[in-house]
Each structure stands twice: as structure tokens, then as C-alpha cells.
């Protein structure tokens, strides 16, 4: 009598069906010209049925059979494509027969290493990049902005620009898509390497000519309403020619922002200083604390560039913060090299339009909506979701 707990014993495969596994596959594998789309589907199911039951070495088999045709059953290839990756993966690397939700549901069930081949298949569907953004395993993110066939949607970049603030690899792939806007590259700037600096500041910052042209009209409208309106001050403050601070030279105590800059270099940079600089350079004071307290000192360029300083007051505002010139051997010291090219590169215009979009968004921290979010962990309205300056200020600020 059998022993009812004893599991039970699979017949061995026999011939027939290792002859009907190889029939089954030859006609799914066959072109569209030679199997009739009804025959190829239902083949593919009896195919699919004989798949559940076969050894790995007989899927790694059909799936290699399968990698080039397009035209095999999706269900026969989703199977495939979730299988163990070392049969999945001739099939995710090169068929064409996958279409966007495969992909993406194939990312759900799979292991790191299926994301990771489809992240770097000949072309990645927006939906399955925004996922594999939200996955955010970092392996698999380099692989994808490495990857040129990957279409990147916004919302993935805003996924991964957020990401790269934990790290920071991440960063100079980012700016090496054509997809990333100059409000994320602009936010990124402030974790970035000195080369993506260097980078974000030649390619993301405008010089708005045209746009200051079109909205010159603009100006004297808002004047002769006495600048009443808040929401057309703060949009004009982005796109206004003028970077100083033209009525703060008659209440601060130096004759002009150079004079400041001296002056800092005499007395040392305290926090009241740094303030007044940032009053005689049009900037508010929490923009002005970001740029003259940043490590990378890239944003010093920047402020003297936009401000129309010479650059001579460069290295007397870099002593002013207490950083060296000069190594212990008389060299000219890295790091102000380094910052004296960005000023170099850099045109005004770029260098203003720059300084304008940190000083717009970055003091977006502080305005009553961005703290209520905060404090709240809810977005106190459609501006903390959708506003590139309160996202741009989260993100810098950690809020």
C-alpha cells in the first residue's frame, strides 16, 4: 500500500514530449508568412502549458530561439521574460516584441538584474523609465541615463534629481540629458561635483534677451501700478536686466558693492556684510548666505559675473572668505582657479539670468506657503506640486 505522505514521483519526460516541445517551438519561431496568426497564438498557449512544466534548460533553450522574433506570443514571451535571469535575459536584451506594459510588468515581478537589461534595451518606454526612476536602484538608474534609447519623462528627471542629492554619481549622467530642464539642473548644482558645475552653469543657464525684448512693455506697466501686484513683481524679478540693487547703495554704508567687496577683504566676511553684499547685488539674503557659504565657491563666479564686478575684486572677495589663493608651494590654489575659469566662461547675461533663478527660487523656502507645507508635510496648495522655484527650494533646503 503507497504511503500517502510521501510526495509524489513525476514520470520521467519521454521522448513524445521532448518532440512536441521542439514542434511547438519551431512553429512559433516560424515567420508571419509561413503560420497564420490564429495557429501562431494558439501554438504559443499549448507551448506556454508544456513551458510550466520544463526544465531550465529547455526555457534558457526557447527563450534563446525567441530572442530575435518579435513576432512569438506575448504570453509565451512574458513568461520567458520572467522567468530566472539567466533565461530571461535573451529574450529582454534584443526582442522587439515587448511593448510597454510587458516591460514594466516584468520590472514588477523581476530581480534587479532583469531591471537592469531592460534598462539598457534599444529603446525603454517613458511609463518604464518613470518606474524604474521610482525603483531608484542605483545600478539600474546608470544604466538607464547611460542609455540613449531610454525616453525620460519629467517626472522621472524630477525622481532622479531628487535621488541624486543622496547621490551624487548620479549627477553628471543627469546633465547629460537632453531631457533635464534648466530648473533641475539648476537644483542640482548645489550637490554637484566642480565638473557637472561646471557643466550645468555652460548649458542650462540663458541669457533671456528675448525674453526681456518681449516683455519690455511689461515693465513700465507694472511701474505706473506702483508694482502693486506680487505675482507679476516676483515673475519679473526672473526675467528685470538689472542686477544691482540700485536703491540699496543710498541706505548701506559703503559707496558700491566693489566698495563692500574691500572692505570684506579688511575686516573679514561677518554675517552683516555678507548681508549688505547681498543687498548691493539685488539678492535676498538667504540666496546671498546659499552662494558665499557654498564650499564649491562656483556661485561666487557667478555673483561677480552677473554683478557686473571686474575681476580683479574676484580673489579679494575670495579672501574676504578666508580661502586661500595660493598653495604652501606659491601656486595659484585649485579650487579659486577653478572659479576664476567659470567667471571667465561665463557671459553677464548667463551669469544674471543664473543669479536671478537661484535668488526666485531658492528664496521660495521662506514664503508662507512653502513654510506651511512644511511644516504640515502636505502641499499647502498646487504651487508646492507644480512650481519649479518651492520644488527647486525643497530640494536644496530639504524640505
Known amino acids: 500500500m ?3 505522505l510521501e510526495p509524489l514521483q513525476m514520470p520521467p519526460i519521454g521522448r ?6 521542439r514542434r511547438l517551438l519551431d512553429l512559433v519561431a516560424m515567420p508571419a508568412s509561413r ?3 490564429q495557429d501562431r497564438h494558439m501554438v504559443g498557449d499549448i507551448l506556454l502549458e508544456v513551458l510550466f512544466h520544463a526544465e531550465e534548460t529547455d526555457r534558457e533553450m526557447c527563450a534563446r530561439r525567441l530572442s530575435n522574433h518579435r513576432e512569438a506570443p ?8 520572467q522567468c530566472s535571469f539567466r533565461v530571461a535575459q535573451h529574450v529582454l536584451e534584443e526582442n522587439e516584441g515587448f511593448d510597454a506594459c510587458d516591460l514594466r510588468e516584468i520590472c514588477m515581478s523581476g530581480t534587479q538584474e532583469h531591471r537592469r537589461v531592460i534598462a539598457e534595451r534599444k529603446l525603454v518606454p517613458d511609463s518604464v523609465c518613470e518606474y524604474l526612476a521610482e525603483f531608484a536602484e542605483i545600478p539600474v538608474v546608470k ?7 531610454a525616453i525620460m519623462p519629467e517626472q522621472a528627471i524630477d525622481k532622479l534629481v531628487a535621488r541624486s542629492r543622496g547621490d551624487e ?6 546633465v547629460e540629458r537632453l531631457e533635464t530642464k534648466p530648473s533641475q539642473a539648476m537644483a542640482m548644482f548645489w550637490w554637484s561635483d566642480s565638473a557637472t558645475r561646471k557643466k550645468i552653469l555652460q548649458r542650462h543657464a540663458a541669457d533671456r534677451l528675448e525674453v526681456i525684448d518681449t516683455c519690455r512693455d511689461v515693465f513700465e506697466l507694472a511701474a505706473e ?5 506680487p505675482v507679476t513683481r516676483k515673475a519679473i524679478q526672473l526675467i528685470e536686466r538689472r542686477q544691482r540693487n540700485r536703491a540699496a547703495i543710498d541706505k548701506s554704508p559703503y559707496d558700491s558693492l566693489e566698495d563692500a567687496i574691500n572692505a570684506s577683504a579688511l575686516e573679514g566676511l561677518d554675517s552683516e556684510l555678507a548681508q549688505e553684499i547681498g543687498y548691493l547685488a539685488g539678492l535676498k539674503p538667504v540666496t546671498a548666505a546659499k552662494i558665499l557659504t557654498d564650499k564649491g565657491g562656483e556661485g561666487i563666479a557667478v555673483l561677480c559675473k552677473g ?8 580673489p579679494v572677495l575670495w579672501a574676504g572668505l578666508k580661502r586661500d589663493l595660493e598653495t604652501e608651494m606659491g601656486e595659484i590654489d585649485p579650487d579659486f582657479a577653478r572659479v576664476a575659469e567659470i567667471y571667465e566662461i561665463m557671459t553677464v547675461a548667463k551669469a544674471q539670468t543664473t543669479l536671478r533663478y537661484w535668488n526666485w527660487s531658492l528664496s521660495s523656502a521662506f514664503s508662507p506657503n512653502a513654510l506651511s507645507s512644511a511644516i504640515d508635510d502636505v502641499p499647502a496648495n498646487e504651487e508646492a506640486s507644480f512650481s519649479s522655484p518651492q520644488r527647486t527650494a525643497r530640494l536644496v533646503f530639504g524640505r
Open 307 to 314: 554683478t557686473g564686478v571686474k575681476r580683479d575684486f574676484l
Open 169 to 174: 554619481s548620479l549627477c553628471a549622467l543627469l
Open 2 to 4: 503507497e504511503d500517502p
Open 35 to 37: 503560420l497564420a496568426h
Open 74 to 81: 506575448k504570453r509565451v514571451l512574458r513568461y520567458l521574460g
Open 16 to 21: 513524445a514530449r521532448n518532440a512536441l516541445f
Open 225 to 229: 501700478e506702483n508694482w502693486a501686484d
Open 143 to 149: 544604466a538607464m541615463l547611460a542609455n540613449n534609447g
